[in-house]
């Protein structure tokens, strides 16, 4: 089943995978590249670069997403193997930070109004920060807390409670911080969704005026994101008091 995420990617990439359709390159004076600038309204033609590698980009990050949804950190294999939970927790975590540097990266090229507000939730979503503690500078996490006696704090993961979604993390040798991989990532993906879904609905805006296919399409992932369910073509809402 598609997540949310994957939904409007789809979309965005349905979107530009029919204007390549349509572009007649023999007839056409100038380059694709120069053609999809115009399409959006990008400042430059490295704008289409970008933009597809941002499709790509959440497309694999999503798998990674998926599989731990599905398998946890153990795996599928169901091994009780501590260096494959090790894996899989750090591919886990650099994966959404890949995830939002690539979404980071449309709310630069597309201008969305509140990028600045936005990058600035993403980096300090629990997730990310999770990331940066273990993910990328377990030995050097710089930090500002009160309490740090160095200009860096140092953690490190208990082994023992490396189990299923949730993590201690050890800081400085004397201080445990508790967390649960599964809340973390739901709130992350509540925030990329919500990016997502303002950046297709400008595209949408911008280039279809808010009619015709696509405009639909959106509107339905917006009502299935609200709670709707999507039944043999018919879009069920839930009333709720």
Known sequence: METIIE?????????????????????CETTFRNDVKIFYGFEKKFGWN????????????????????EFDLQGPSRHRDVGERY???????????????????????HKIEKKKEF??????SELII?????????????????????KFDVYEISRPELECGKIRLLRNQKDFENYDLEK???????LVVEILSIVTGKVIKKI???????????????EIRNGAMLVNGNLIKFITK
Not at 59 to 66: Q, S
Not at 119 to 124: A, R
Not at 184 to 190: G, R
């Open 87 to 109: 894996l899989r927790l750090y591919g886990l975590l650099n994966a959404t930070y890949q995830q939002k540097l690539a979404v980071e990266n449309l709310l630069e090229i």
């Open 119 to 124: 990058k600035k939730k993403l980096s300090e």
């Open 50 to 69: 970008i933009l597809l590698n941002a499709f790509y980009v959440i497309d694999d990050t999503e798998f990674a997403k998926n599989s731990f949804k």
């Open 184 to 190: 973390s990532i739901k709130e992350f993906n509540e």
């Open 7 to 27: 939904k409007y990617n789809n979309l965005q990439k349905e979107i530009l995978s029919n204007f390549s359709l349509k572009w007649d390159g023999a007839n």
């Open 208 to 222: 279809f005026k808010n009619q015709g296919k696509h405009y639909k399409e959106y509107q339905t992932i917006n």
């Open 130 to 150: 999770i990331r940066n503690k273990i993910g990328a500078h377990s030995a050097n996490f710089l930090s500002t807390r009160d309490d740090s006696e160095h």
